[in-house]
């Protein structure tokens, strides 16, 4: 695709980004919607420094990820309801100068659990993070009885409290059947690919089990659940979603996906083998 001085920017925030697949999925639809833009990759720990780059470049959409999605939303002009609610951003669009945030995640993470009776069931879900408010949102909303482990009980406190649920350390997971289990951090992604946060023998079968992380498109965990039984829930699936909203949020435009999840299946298994 060739670039004019009126091609315009847009881009994707994280520290580090250098994983990301949006430039490739984003790129792609530029390409074949006969857009004038280009994504590129913005890699800074300081979310103020990339907020004010937004604003000078201009910068037209932002795909906001880790560790940014919470620290972003005091710096924009105006938030979503349901991005406010969930307490965390990942998509900033720039209309004249005024960024506005959403969370498309939640299409994403929607999309993923859509075959998945949530109401009245057990969940399972590990982080308190970004990603992991919005699948909590959910959750709630959807009527499940959430259980959240993480790491740090205070950011885990703070989940449950806006949502609602219960605390659980590892040694307590025998003792609640779970019927769903959600890994919403980077536990078993590359090059890490070993980890995985849930023990094997818990995963029962008949059970799902969602994994945000989607490279490699297998994880550890969905491995385990797949041997186990288990229902396995790629985070491909919720990564592609949330990206063809956060183009529709800016284009004003309806997009098919289908052609673009084997584009990223592809790019994902090429970058598998590079790295094993």
Not at 15 to 30: C, E, F, G, K, R
Not at 150 to 160: F, S, T, Y
Request: net charge negative; glycine share 8%; aromatic share 6%.
């Amino acid at each position: 695709m060739e670039f004019s001085p009126a091609t315009k920017l847009t881009a994707v925030f994280g520290d580090p980004v250098s994983h990301s697949l949006s430039p490739l999925l984003h790129n792609a639809i530029y390409a074949n919607e006969k857009v004038d833009a280009v994504m590129l990759a913005f890699g800074n720990p300081s979310i103020e420094k990339l907020v004010a780059a937004m604003r000078a470049l201009p910068i037209y959409l932002a795909a906001v990820t880790m560790p940014h999605k919470q620290t972003i939303m005091p710096l924009l002009d105006e938030i979503e309801e349901e991005a406010r609610a969930i307490g965390a951003v990942n998509t900033v669009v720039n209309r004249e100068g005024k960024l506005h945030g959403y969370n498309t995640d939640i299409v994403g993470i929607a999309e993923a659990l859509s075959g998945v009776v949530l109401k009245g069931t057990n969940v399972l879900l590990v982080g308190a993070g970004g990603a992991a408010r919005t699948v909590a949102y959910l959750l709630k909303r959807e009527g499940a009885n959430i259980f959240c482990a993480n790491r740090e009980r205070a950011q885990a406190d703070e989940l449950l409290h806006t949502f609602g649920g219960t605390f659980v350390e590892p040694e307590q997971f025998r003792e609640t059947p779970f019927d769903v289990i959600v890994n919403a951090t980077p536990i078993g992604m590359k090059p890490n690919t070993d980890a995985t946060p849930f023990p094997e023998e818990l995963i029962r079968k008949g059970s799902s089990v969602f994994d945000l992380v989607y490279s490699p498109l297998e994880t550890k965990l969905l491995a385990s659940a797949a041997r186990r039984g288990a229902r396995t829930i790629s985070g491909l699936t919720l990564f592609l979603a949330q990206g063809i909203e956060q183009e529709r949020l800016w284009l004003g435009t309806r997009i098919e996906n289908g052609q673009y999840r084997e584009l990223l299946e592809a790019k994902v298994h090429e970058r598998d083998a590079k790295l094993s």
